[in-house]
Nanobody, 126 residues
Framework: QVQLVESGGGLVQAGGSLRLSCAASGRTFSSYAMGWFRQAPGKEREFVAAIVSSGARTYYADSVKGRFTISRDNAKNTVYLQVNSLKPEDTAVYYC???????????????????WGQGTQVTVSS
């Protein structure tokens, strides 16, 4: 069982930055791939970024490439999402998710992830 708690969201002006964190419970964090997804009002949840269990590889949605950076610290059981050059269309609830690395088939597919956090709101004003 893995419990995930996101933090770091808030209200920011366009062009600003935030650092989202996701703290995980459990002793097996380093065996999980981690992902960030987001859901805007009236829209479906969408993939943002993912990182493999070792941290050696990362994946991004085209809409955030060059602006967002995912990273992890396995010693701290934490995954981060640095979000820069924010746009109003980035406004959403951001969720982190964990899935066993050995079972991941598609990092951008939310069915690959077994555990989800409660989300943190990011609001970007124009």
């Amino acid at each position: 069982q893995v419990q995930l708690v996101e933090s770091g969201g808030g209200l920011v002006q366009a062009g600003g930055s935030l650092r989202l964190s996701c703290a995980a419970s459990g002793r097996t964090f380093s065996s999980y791939a981690m992902g960030w997804f987001r859901q805007a009002p009236g829209k479906e949840r969408e993939f943002v970024a993912a990182i493999v269990s070792s941290g050696a590889r990362t994946y991004y949605a085209d809409s955030v490439k060059g602006r967002f950076t995912i990273s992890r610290d396995n010693a701290k059981n934490t995954v981060y999402l640095q979000v820069n050059s924010l746009k109003p269309e980035d406004t959403a609830v951001y969720y982190c998710a964990a899935g066993p690395q050995i079972f991941i088939r598609a990092y951008s597919d939310d069915v690959s992830y077994n555990y989800w956090g409660q989300g943190t709101q990011v609001t970007v004003s124009s």
